[in-house]
C-alpha cells in the first residue's frame, strides 16, 4: 500500500521552513476557543473553527499541527475535519505534522503507523508525534515506514507539562536522563542523513538551559510552550543553544484566540514568525 516520495522528510522540512519560517501553528479545538469564538460544541462548530484557521494560516507558515484529540472527541464527525484539515494544509503548502502521541507495540504499532503514515490513508500527515514509553524500539514500525514514506516522527523526549519531568529526568540505564537517551537514540537514526533526519524529538521551550545536549541530533526539534505555557521566543536562544537552527517553534492558543476573523488569525501569526525569523537571523 505505500509509495515512495520524492525526497526524504528532512530535506522537505528544510526547503519549507526556509520558504516559511520555522514557526508551527498548532489547530487545537478547545472547549475554550470555541466559546470565545462564539461558537457551540458541535461539529458543524468543529469544522467552522477548523477551516477557518486553515484558511488563514496554512498559506502563511512552514508546519500545521491539528491535536487530533480534539477531533476524535467528536467520533466520525470530528475525523472527517481532521481529514479535510490535512488534506486542505497540504494543498495550501503547509506540512502537516499530526498531533497523536501513538506509542504501542508490534503490530498494533504498525496498524497505527499504516493509519498516519501509509499514502493511501486519509489521514497520511507529513509526520506525526509518537511516545517512546513503552522503549524505543517498540516505534520501529513508525520510523520505518517514515522513511519509506518521504514522512517523519517526533519522539517525545522532554515535554513542557510539569508532570513529565520526573519520569523523562530520571536516570535510564545509559546512565544519561530517559530524555537524554531518547534524544541519543533519535541521533543514531538519523546519523549520515542529509540535510537532517526523518527523526524529531519533542523537547519544550520551557526546559532548563543546556538541560539536553542535540549536537548529534541532525534532526528537527519541536519546541512546544511558546505563549500559554511561558516560553517567548527571546528564551529560545538560551534553551536550545546552538541547536537553534533545527528548532521548530510551536504556538496554539496565542494565535487561534485573535480569531474567528481570518485576517486577524493570519496577522497575529505573522507577528509570532516575524519575531522568531528576526531570532534565528540574528
Known amino acids: 500500500m505505500t509509495s515512495q516520495l520524492r525526497e526524504s522528510f528532512g530535506r522537505r522540512l528544510a526547503d519549507s521552513t526556509r520558504a516559511r519560517g520555522p514557526l508551527c501553528v498548532g489547530i487545537d479545538p478547545h ?14 462548530s468543529l469544522e467552522r473553527f477548523a477551516m477557518t484557521a ?10 500545521i499541527k491539528p491535536q487530533s ?3 476524535e472527541v467528536y467520533g466520525s464527525a ?6 479535510k484539515v490535512i488534506r486542505e494544509s497540504r494543498q495550501a503548502g503547509a ?3 499530526l498531533d497523536v502521541k501513538r506509542g504501542d507495540i508490534g503490530s498494533t504499532m504498525t496498524a497505527y503507523s499504516m493509519a498516519y503514515l501509509d499514502e493511501h490513508s486519509p489521514l497520511a500527515s507529513d509526520a506525526i508525534t509518537v511516545s517512546p514509553y513503552l522503549g524505543y524500539g517498540s ?11 518521504g514522512r517523519g516522527v517526533f519522539v517525545l523526549a522532554r515535554t513542557s507539562n510539569p508532570e513529565g519531568a520526573g519520569l523523562q529526568q530520571s536516570i535510564h540505564g545509559s546512565g544519561d536522563s530517559v530524555a537524554q537517551y531518547v534524544v541519543d537514540s533519535a541521533a543514531e537514526t538519523n546519523r549520515d542523513a542529509e540535510p537532517m533526519g526523518h527523526v524529531g524529538v519533542v523537547a519544550g521551550a520551557t526546559i532548563r538551559p543546556g538541560e539536553l545536549d542535540f549536537s548529534r541530533l541532525n534532526g528537527p526539534i519541536l519546541a512546544p510552550g511558546l505563549g500559554a505555557q511561558g516560553a517567548t521566543v527571546q528564551t529560545l536562544r538560551e534553551v536550545f543553544g546552538p541547536a537553534l537552527p ?3 517553534p510551536t504556538t496554539s492558543r496565542d494565535v487561534l484566540r485573535h ?24
Do not use: K, M
Not at 31 to 44: H, I, K, Q, Y
Not at 139 to 149: M, N, S, Y
Open 31 to 44: 472547549p475554550s476557543l470555541l466559546l470565545a469564538w462564539d461558537l457551540d460544541e458541535s461539529p458543524r
Open 139 to 149: 516505534l520501529a514500525p513508525a520510523i520505518g515506514l517514515a522513511e519509506q514514506t
Open 259 to 282: 480569531g474567528p476573523d481570518p485576517a486577524s488569525l493570519r496577522a497575529a501569526a505573522h507577528r509570532v514568525r516575524d519575531e522568531v525569523d528576526d531570532l534565528f537571523r540574528g
Open 95 to 97: 506540512l502537516v505534522l
Open 78 to 83: 470530528g475525523i472527517a475535519v481532521l481529514e
Open 54 to 63: 486553515v484558511e488563514a494560516l496554512a498559506g502563511e507558515v512552514a508546519l
Open 69 to 71: 484529540a480534539f477531533f
Open 246 to 248: 533545527n528548532v521548530l
